[in-house]
């Protein structure tokens, strides 16, 4: 099952599968929605909470981003408290097609990790919801430096050495709005592939030849020299993980994302008006 794992699983494959991987939720909103709460309230049995804030993300600051990536000691010790060990298989969910589940998965697969989304998330699960927590035993999970040769920086991400890509929706890239960053618009350069446009109405992932077809109308026919971003490092890893899905390669992530890049003004912007 490890090292075949590819990014994203179904239902099938967790049927066949029963026992042998760790099932956590990831839910997570942007508004500052609690995704504990959201767990509290009705999760897939047997599924752990893991907090983004908490766990997944180092503190915010304008020169980092709003969800740097942690210490990796931090993101050990999160692992440990679910109950997740070096050897275990993780597969994660969230209520949003797993443009958030991707974050984690991310996380532990660019570590040598076994990790996938569970594609369709909670919304498609077809039995009951459960608000028992499950008692998992304290996991062995040794910590890890962050790969430099996955990861990207600011100067990186503007060079015209590489694609730099777009997770965000159309709206933000293109500079018609941004309720979030300090300043519309996108790294001067980068192609929009907006992640949620991966997805089916269900929150599956599209056809594999459809997605790859979007990827191609905006220029990105591999992940060679492909860096990915989005606002803050979480979405764009799911267009990371489906062009690995669709042996297009791996890219590098961009961390910071638009809230690094919007806060450095001495830095251009490109919008589409």
């Known amino acids: 099952m490890g090292d075949e794992l590819k990014p994203f699983v179904d239902w099938k494959w967790c049927a066949r599968n029963v026992g042998?991987?760790?099932?956590?939720?990831?839910?997570?909103?942007?508004?500052?929605?609690?995704?504990k709460d959201a767990y509290d309230a009705g999760h897939l049995p047997d599924a752990v909470f893991v907090d983004m804030d908490r766990w997944l993300s180092g503190p915010a600051t304008p020169e980092s981003g709003r969800n740097p990536l942690p210490d990796p000691e931090v993101f050990a010790q999160g692992m440990r408290d679910a109950g997740i060990s070096d050897s275990d298989t993780v597969v994660d969910y969230d209520d949003a097609g797993g443009v958030i589940a991707a974050r984690l998965?991310?996380?532990?697969?660019?570590?040598?990790?076994?990790?996938?989304?569970?594609?369709?998330?909670?919304s498609n699960y077809p039995g009951d919801l459960t608000t028992e927590t499950p008692l998992r035993r304290t996991g062995s999970f040794t910590a890890k430096a962050w790969p430099e040769d996955l990861l990207a920086d600011i100067s990186e991400a503007?060079?015209?050495?590489?694609?730099?890509?777009d997770a965000r929706n159309r709206d933000r890239f293109e500079g018609r709005q941004d309720p979030i960053d300090p300043r519309p618009g996108h790294i001067p350069g980068a192609v929009n592939v907006p992640c949620r446009e991966n997805l089916d109405a269900t929150g599956h992932l599209l056809p594999e030849p459809q997605i790859r077809a979007n990827f191609e109308r905006a220029g990105v026919l591999s992940?060679?020299?492909?860096?990915?971003?989005?606002?803050?490092?979480?979405?764009?890893?799911?267009n990371l993980l489906v062009m690995e899905q669709l042996g297009m390669g791996t890219g590098r992530l961009f961390v910071g994302g638009w809230s690094q890049y919007g806060h450095?003004?001495?830095?251009p912007v490109e919008t589409k008006t």
Do not use: E, N, P, Q
């Not at 042998?20 to 995704?35: A, H, I, M, P």
């Not at 450095?264 to 830095?267: K, P, S, V």
């Open 105 to 122: 998965v991310w996380m532990l697969r660019s570590t040598g990790h076994h990790a996938a989304i569970l594609d369709g998330g909670i």
């Open 158 to 165: 503007s060079s015209d050495a590489f694609l730099t890509m």
């Open 223 to 238: 992940a060679a020299k492909t860096i990915a971003y989005c606002g803050s490092g979480v979405t764009a890893c799911h």
């Open 20 to 35: 042998r991987f760790v099932l956590v939720d990831t839910r997570w909103y942007l508004d500052g929605t609690s995704g």
């Open 264 to 267: 450095a003004l001495d830095r």
